[in-house]
């Protein structure tokens, strides 16, 4: 069954996120621009979606001022996160540590988010499990985890 | 476009997470649960969601054990969170805070969670903007927010 993108007569604010964030592939292209994609081809290439689906993805996230097009090298436009795109990071923080807890990979985790600082990993509620404090998007690292490594990416026709 | 359910080539936490929660009206269905909706026909008035997508949803939430059938008074059941389904809860708290602070509704947000202990709304790291602490669900309240009443449920068919 297909639904409408919206959520007719939801007024909540968590229905409002869900009207730009809740769309298939969305919060994990928001997740890729977190851990450095920033060229369309790269998302393709990474994620293995169809370009059509990514098209529209990157078109509502833009529009949305989740993401903003800024020049990139050469001619190739690049995808960057504005302030409320790194607002996000509480919710694909949450949604990713819930992943990894009641499903975790074989292996363990493929990517570990740590603090910059200290290179402690960071908890489900954005803390850092060394020192205790609240880490902010800009002191975050990504780091391979010691789970299975990624797929080769697709070509990209 | 139809997109499966499942993400190809993805083996990332996130993707597993919304395997399960990324379906249109899936974590709106989890938000009411812990505001308290048990019954099928409460969900259905209070999201007015279509039934058959109702179903589905309450399917695979229980098959993935976030939410749990229960008996409930008469011959109805109910349907309560799990302990998987209340780790949710950071997941929500920080889309519906994100959904606040980017798109606010006219007049303010409808119900804000509230730490019961002292009364002071939680922020969107789920920490009591009055004492400073880490609020677990066991201690939250939902309250009236000063925005716009919800409207009155659409009619059980």
Request: glycine share 12%; with cysteine.
């Given at each position: 069954m297909t639904?409408?993108?919206?959520?007719?007569?939801?007024?909540?604010?968590?229905?409002?996120?869900?009207?730009?964030v809740g769309e298939r592939w969305t919060l994990l292209i928001v997740r890729d621009a977190f851990q450095g994609v920033r060229r369309f081809g790269e998302?393709?290439?990474?994620?293995?979606?169809?370009?059509?689906?990514?098209?529209?993805r990157l078109a509502t996230l833009t529009g949305a001022?989740?993401?903003?097009?800024?020049?990139?090298?050469?001619?190739?436009?690049?995808?960057?996160?504005?302030?409320?795109?790194?607002?996000?990071?509480?919710?694909?923080?949450a949604l990713s540590a819930w992943g990894e807890r009641f499903h975790p990979a074989?292996?363990?985790?493929?990517?570990?988010?740590?603090?910059?600082?200290?290179?402690?990993?960071?908890?489900?509620?954005?803390?850092c499990t060394a020192c205790g404090g609240h880490v902010p998007v800009a002191d975050l690292v990504v780091v391979p985890g010691p789970g299975p490594r990624p797929p080769a990416p697709a070509p990209i026709p």
């Amino acid at each position: 069954m297909t639904l409408p993108r919206d959520y007719g007569g939801q007024s909540c604010a968590l229905s409002r996120s869900m009207e730009i964030v809740g769309e298939r592939w969305t919060l994990l292209i928001v997740r890729d621009a977190f851990q450095g994609v920033r060229r369309f081809g790269e998302f393709a290439a990474h994620l293995s979606v169809p370009r059509a689906v990514l098209t529209d993805r990157l078109a509502t996230l833009t529009g949305a001022g989740v993401l903003e097009r800024r020049p990139g090298a050469g001619r190739r436009e690049v995808y960057g996160l504005t302030a409320k795109g790194i607002a996000l990071w509480p919710a694909v923080r949450a949604l990713s540590a819930w992943g990894e807890r009641f499903h975790p990979a074989e292996g363990g985790a493929r990517r570990v988010y740590v603090h910059a600082a200290d290179g402690a990993p960071v908890d489900e509620d954005g803390r850092c499990t060394a020192c205790g404090g609240h880490v902010p998007v800009a002191d975050l690292v990504v780091v391979p985890g010691p789970g299975p490594r990624p797929p080769a990416p697709a070509p990209i026709p």
